[in-house]
């Protein structure tokens, strides 16, 4: 981790647009953090440049899914620490430099919230709680007031900084008199509450909505193979999530007019058999938008083999958590390279969202769960100083590059050590290239579109973001 002031050093820069169709833009990161998201000095396009053996060749003609953003979860840890521990000046800079397109923004378009307690709570609690033996199956009790003193605020401020933001939810648990346990924690969802329990997701919709804050994504259940033992969880196999889409949430949904989107599984690379058994069910496939990912186990590939089997599918990459476990910036950096920015994108993420975006210096708040996780940035709940950490950086090498809408396009998968991925962006043309050298040592290459071309060295553990004014 590295301290750093908020909108100094390595976070500021100046706007990314290329000035010519000749000219080329760089930001280099490096593992010994000598360069940290650092502008270089722009280079040209050389006319006669010969390839060098190693040849990063971009084809904007070929072109694959469509961006919807890159960025973090806004946890009840991290909106707290935001609005609890931070002066308003101080709130207001981080938000626009997470959230911002300007010179010192990275850009995150998108963002995950949960539905009631993660780990990452204070307190474990949903948005309808009722002492044990008690049910309300009108939803009578229903309330997010939980989200107003801190969520709320938050995500209004960065939707007000980018009005494109993407926002989906996760729920970690049905309220506890829903369950078979009658408890967050553990157990699964009691076949006659499948109705309800839809509600209660629709109702959580309509609530923020009403709140101007639209939500375009529900995942199903987060993390639906696993029943966490201090924290809220819930177990749902995939005939019961087949059953839970089909039958209830997928037609609730549409009998309301939401165009809020359903995303299956939720988890690990590891289970891919899970989405695919969900999908082959002909009446929940029907409501099923995409597929959802976290990183904890298994390979990226699994996004390409799910994605191949249903085509007409979106893939997203919901959650992974850096932490303590992975604090050597030459391994960690190259590896969120390889597997969630270069890897899920060219697995056919829409969108790539890490885990917390801010925990504070104690890996907190938290009440249960992970104990060394590390927030995207961590903010000291005594000053309320940001450090920004490995996750800022590896995100931000596409965030700030990539707008929604972009559209990933063709450049090399691996070569010689090196790593690729390419992006053409909607608006104005421009193409951002992504290149990480998880080797040991430097690499020398050409990064060349057409007859364009220039030669470039990028040192060991390191990573650099090119963009240029596109061909027509």
Same mark, same amino acid.
């Given at each position: 981790?590295?301290?750093?002031?908020?909108?100094?050093?390595?976070?500021?820069?100046?706007?990314?647009a290329?000035?010519?169709?000749?000219?080329?833009?760089?930001?280099?990161?490096?593992?010994?953090?000598?360069?940290?998201?650092?502008?270089?000095?722009?280079?040209?396009?050389?006319?006669?440049?010969?390839?060098?053996?190693?040849?990063?060749?971009?084809?904007?003609?070929?072109?694959f899914?469509?961006?919807?953003?890159?960025?973090?979860?806004?946890?009840?840890?991290?909106?707290?620490?935001?609005?609890?521990?931070?002066?308003?000046?101080?709130?207001?800079?981080?938000?626009?430099?997470?959230?911002?397109?300007?010179?010192?923004?990275?850009?995150f378009?998108?963002?995950?919230?949960?539905?009631?307690?993660?780990?990452?709570?204070?307190?474990?609690?949903?948005?309808? %709680?009722? +002492?044990?033996?008690?049910? !309300?199956? =009108?939803?009578? &009790?229903?309330?997010?007031?939980?989200?107003?003193?801190? $969520? /709320?605020?938050?995500?209004?401020?960065?939707?007000?900084?980018?009005?494109r933001?993407?926002?989906?939810?996760?729920?970690?648990?049905?309220?506890?008199?829903?369950?078979?346990?009658?408890?967050?924690?553990?157990?699964?969802?009691?076949?006659?509450?499948?109705?309800?329990?839809?509600?209660?997701?629709?109702?959580?919709?309509?609530?923020?909505?009403?709140?101007?804050?639209?939500?375009?994504?529900l995942?199903?259940?987060?993390?639906?193979?696993?029943?966490?033992? %201090?924290? +809220?969880?819930?177990?749902? !196999?995939? =005939?019961?999530? &087949?059953?839970?889409?089909?039958?209830?949430?997928?037609? $609730? /949904?549409?009998?309301?007019?939401?165009?809020?989107?359903?995303?299956?599984?939720?988890?690990?690379?590891?289970?891919?058999?899970?989405?695919?058994?969900?999908?082959?069910?002909?009446?929940?496939?029907?409501?099923?938008?995409?597929?959802?990912?976290?990183?904890?186990?298994?390979?990226?590939?699994?996004?390409?083999?799910?994605?191949?089997?249903?085509?007409?599918?979106?893939?997203?990459?919901?959650?992974?958590?850096?932490?303590e476990?992975?604090?050597?910036?030459?391994?960690?950096?190259?590896?969120?390279?390889?597997?969630?920015?270069?890897?899920?994108?060219?697995?056919?993420?829409?969108?790539? $969202?890490?885990?917390?975006m801010?925990?504070?210096?104690?890996?907190?708040?938290?009440?249960?769960?992970?104990k060394?996780c590390?927030?995207?940035?961590?903010i000291?709940?005594?000053?309320?100083?940001?450090?920004?950490?490995?996750?800022?950086?590896?995100?931000?090498h596409?965030?700030k590059?990539?707008?929604?809408?972009?559209?990933?396009i063709?450049?090399?998968?691996?070569?010689?050590?090196?790593?690729?991925?390419?992006?053409?962006?909607?608006?104005?043309?421009?193409?951002?290239?992504?290149?990480?050298?998880?080797e040991?040592?430097?690499?020398?290459?050409?990064?060349?579109?057409?007859?364009?071309? $220039?030669?470039?060295?990028?040192?060991?553990?390191?990573?650099?973001?090119?963009?240029w004014?596109?061909?027509?």
């Amino acid at each position: 981790m590295l301290a750093v002031c908020i909108g100094a050093g390595a976070a500021a820069g100046v706007a990314q647009a290329a000035p010519d169709a000749g000219s080329v833009s760089s930001w280099q990161t490096r593992a010994d953090r000598s360069r940290l998201l650092a502008r270089e000095p722009d280079r040209r396009f050389k006319p006669g440049q010969k390839a060098l053996p190693l040849h990063i060749e971009v084809d904007s003609s070929q072109r694959f899914q469509t961006m919807e953003g890159f960025g973090a979860s806004l946890t009840d840890a991290s909106v707290w620490l935001m609005q609890q521990r931070m002066s308003e000046s101080q709130r207001k800079a981080l938000l626009e430099e997470l959230f911002g397109r300007g010179p010192g923004g990275i850009g995150f378009d998108l963002t995950r919230l949960t539905i009631g307690a993660s780990d990452f709570s204070r307190s474990h609690y949903s948005y309808l %709680d009722l +002492p044990p033996g008690q049910t !309300d199956m =009108a939803l009578k &009790a229903f309330s997010i007031e939980a989200a107003r003193a801190e $969520l /709320l605020p938050v995500v209004k401020s960065a939707l007000a900084i980018n009005p494109r933001l993407q926002v989906m939810a996760s729920p970690w648990s049905a309220p506890g008199w829903m369950k078979q346990t009658d408890s967050l924690i553990k157990g699964r969802l009691k076949p006659e509450m499948y109705g309800v329990f839809s509600e209660y997701l629709v109702r959580y919709v309509d609530a923020f909505a009403a709140e101007g804050v639209p939500i375009f994504a529900l995942t199903i259940q987060n993390e639906p193979h696993f029943e966490p033992p %201090d924290y +809220p969880g819930m177990r749902v !196999d995939p =005939a019961e999530r &087949a059953a839970l889409v089909g039958q209830h949430l997928g037609p $609730l /949904l549409a009998q309301r007019g939401l165009k809020t989107q359903l995303i299956d599984w939720d988890h690990n690379w590891d289970e891919l058999k899970s989405p695919l058994a969900v999908l082959a069910d002909p009446v929940a496939r029907r409501y099923v938008a995409g597929v959802g990912w976290h990183c904890y186990a298994g390979d990226v590939q699994a996004q390409t083999v799910v994605h191949e089997a249903h085509p007409d599918k979106d893939t997203w990459f919901t959650e992974c958590s850096g932490g303590e476990w992975a604090p050597e910036w030459h391994k960690t950096l190259p590896w969120m390279m390889s597997n969630l920015v270069i890897g899920s994108t060219r697995g056919w993420a829409k969108g790539v $969202l890490m885990w917390n975006m801010a925990l504070d210096e104690n890996h907190g708040p938290h009440l249960g769960g992970c104990k060394d996780c590390r927030g995207v940035v961590t903010i000291d709940s005594k000053t309320g100083e940001v450090t920004r950490n490995i996750e800022y950086y590896a995100l931000g090498h596409a965030s700030k590059f990539v707008r929604r809408g972009a559209q990933r396009i063709a450049s090399p998968t691996k070569l010689g050590g090196l790593e690729t991925v390419a992006f053409r962006n909607a608006d104005d043309g421009s193409i951002a290239l992504i290149v990480s050298n998880g080797e040991a040592q430097s690499r020398r290459f050409t990064v060349g579109q057409g007859a364009r071309r $220039l030669a470039y060295t990028l040192p060991k553990h390191s990573v650099v973001t090119f963009t240029w004014a596109g061909q027509p």
